[in-house]
């Protein structure tokens, strides 16, 4: 069975410009979160949806990020436009409920 | 509100010695509580889970934890680390299993 996956692994961008986060959940898995881990902080919680619907996005840091997950299938996360604090690495994770999260392998940004 | 200390950023031990990594969590409803691990250049793989029953949970590649409700921990340990247990280790509390609340991780450095 094959895992989380994300793309791209990494991703450099100049500030202003707009970068596509995508994520891949395991199949059939309902639940599909987003985090993001700045430098040397906490990995914090940024959005949850249930299929194609929006559980919780309270972790979401402003308007300048956009999540959608088409279908109910993977899912993309959007920043427009980028800014320096916008970097960090951004991890997909997906579950059945009640059973534990599967995380992918993470998107490092960076915003120059 | 929920929140994690993992007090120790860094900790480095010699190979074949026994380790403590320290979780602290606090919170005013009963939680599950989670520890993951992250490999150099790889996703958050989950060690181990307590949700309800013993206190003392076993995980993978060696690794247990035990819940003190008493002092609100969930440290990690293993008896005896390997080369391969160099990794980022992060301790999470959650309400219902997926919305995780993570630490600030602590890098397990073991020195042959």
């Known amino acids: 069975e094959a895992g989380v996956t994300q793309f791209p692994s990494h991703s450099v961008i100049e500030k202003g410009q707009t970068v596509t986060l995508r994520c891949d959940p395991i199949?059939?898995?309902?639940?599909l979160y987003w985090y993001r881990r700045v430098m040397g902080k906490e990995i914090k919680f940024l959005l949850h949806f249930v299929k194609e619907s929006k559980q919780d996005e309270s972790g979401m840091p402003n308007n300048r990020f956009l999540a959608e997950r088409t279908g109910g299938t993977y899912s993309t996360l959007k920043v427009q436009p980028a800014e320096l604090e916008d970097s960090g690495v951004y991890f997909c994770?997906?579950?059945?409920?009640?059973?534990?999260?599967?995380f992918g392998p993470g998107t490092r940004l960076t915003v120059l | 509100a929920q929140s994690v200390t993992q007090l120790d950023s860094q900790v480095p031990v010699f190979e074949e010695a026994p380790v403590e990594l320290r979780c602290n969590y606090s919170?005013?409803?009963?939680?599950?509580l989670f520890w993951y691990v992250q490999y150099p250049n790889q996703g958050l793989q989950l060690l181990l889970k307590?949700?309800?029953?013993?206190?003392l949970v076993k995980g993978i590649n060696g690794f247990e934890a035990e819940f003190n409700k008493s002092q609100t921990s969930f440290h990690l340990r293993k008896p005896s680390v390997h080369i391969s247990d160099t990794a980022e280790y992060f301790c999470a509390v959650s309400e219902d299993t997926d919305k995780l609340i993570f630490g600030t991780g602590t890098r397990l450095q073991v020195f042959p």
């Open positions: 994770a997906s579950s059945v409920t009640g059973t534990g999260l599967y």
């Open positions: 919170s005013s409803v009963s939680v599950y």
């Open positions: 307590y949700l309800s029953g013993s206190t």
């Open positions: 199949s059939g898995h309902d639940n």
